[in-house]
């Protein structure tokens, strides 16, 4: 969240650029159906996300006689309480229980927003972006179909594709180092998680407690595919313009027309891309790079694991 609120002032730039796009190049029947499927996949997320705090929140209310039967001398969890916490008072009868209970339940629902909100706002600006790639694509597909100046219709589109190249560059500045931060840790919480659960698998099976690891553990990786199918798809609808350029009747027009279409074709040949911090491009190969790791880290846990309980 710090990472995010550091670089608001790019994401606001990007908010304006793309508002721009939209008035000059006229694209409010794409920009709707944008907002149309990120405000459907915004409101399942949101509901998930939050069913599961309150999951969350209320399974150690709900598990509390087992956990108490439990030996947890050894272990930071206070039964009662949604988060690995010292509480050395009784729960069942200390007045301040409440209030502990309650301020850790308001510090997980800002834990919440402080990712939901930038990764929503981060995805919206990206399938914006998307959106104009499709309508470049339509208008250069339609090129030929139409009465029109192909000429200058084609300025027209270069200039489409400049600006959202450059909107683009705006957005990357914002989301490195926050993409970064994802990368490393949701390598770390999927690895935790999956040990947890293994742990539990192996010695003796928390039915409530295993649900809470299994919970965050797919509410993390949802974060990491649908940043990486972002990622993913704005790399192939950019350089999918490159093949509409292409199949263009080029030949049959002067050789200014065809300059400019060269310049699509080779502008488009390097797809836009959203980078994590400069070292790896967000798309599904990053998605397998992250998943390859948290299985490194799992099994080396899980090997130690092994290794402590054979002595």
């Known amino acids: 969240m710090l990472v995010f609120l550091a670089h608001e002032h790019s994401y606001f730039d990007a908010h304006d650029a793309l508002n721009s796009l939209m008035k000059t190049f006229k694209s409010h029947t794409y920009s709707a159906r944008v907002e149309f499927v990120s405000t459907r996949i915004s409101t399942l997320y949101i509901v998930f996300l ?4 309150v999951h969350y929140s209320v399974v150690p209310l709900i598990d509390y006689n ?18 690995p916490a010292s509480f050395p008072l009784n729960t069942t009868k200390n007045p301040g229980y409440m209030f502990i209970y309650i301020f850790h339940v308001i510090s997980d629902f800002l834990c919440v927003q402080s990712v939901l909100h930038p990764l929503l706002i981060s995805g ?3 399938y914006h972006i ?12 339609s090129l030929f179909e139409q009465s029109i100046n192909k000429k200058d219709k084609l300025k027209q589109i270069i200039r489409h594709h400049a600006e959202v190249i450059e909107v683009c560059n705006l957005i990357y500045k914002g989301l490195n180092q926050m993409l970064l931060m994802y990368t490393v840790m949701l390598a770390i919480i999927f690895s935790v998680c999956g040990f947890q659960v293994l742990n539990m698998f192996s010695t003796k099976i928390e039915f409530w407690i295993i649900q809470r690891y299994i919970t965050i553990f797919f509410g993390y990786a949802l974060i990491c595919w ?12 950019s350089t999918q313009v490159s093949a509409c350029a292409y199949n263009v009747e080029w030949y049959t027009e002067s050789l200014e027309f ?3 279409i060269r310049l699509v074709i080779l502008r488009a040949n390097k797809p836009l891309v959203v980078r994590s911090a400069f070292i790896t491009n967000v798309c599904f190969a990053s998605f397998t790079t992250v998943a390859r790791t948290t299985y490194s880290y799992l099994t080396m ?11």
Do not use: V, W
């Not at 087992?66 to 988060?83: M, V």
């Not at 846990?301 to 002595?311: A, E, L």
């Open 124 to 126: 919206s600006i990206i």
């Open 226 to 237: 649908m940043l990486s199918f972002l990622g993913q798809k704005l790399i192939d609808e």
């Open 301 to 311: 846990m899980y090997n130690m694991m092994i290794i402590n309980k054979n002595k």
């Open 130 to 141: 998307i959106g104009h790639l499709y309508m470049i694509q339509d208008d250069l597909t």
């Open 50 to 53: 939050y069913s599961a705090l």
């Open 258 to 260: 065809q300059q400019m």
């Open 66 to 83: 087992n956990c108490q039967k439990r030996d947890n001398s050894d272990s930071a969890l206070t039964c009662g309480l949604p988060n």
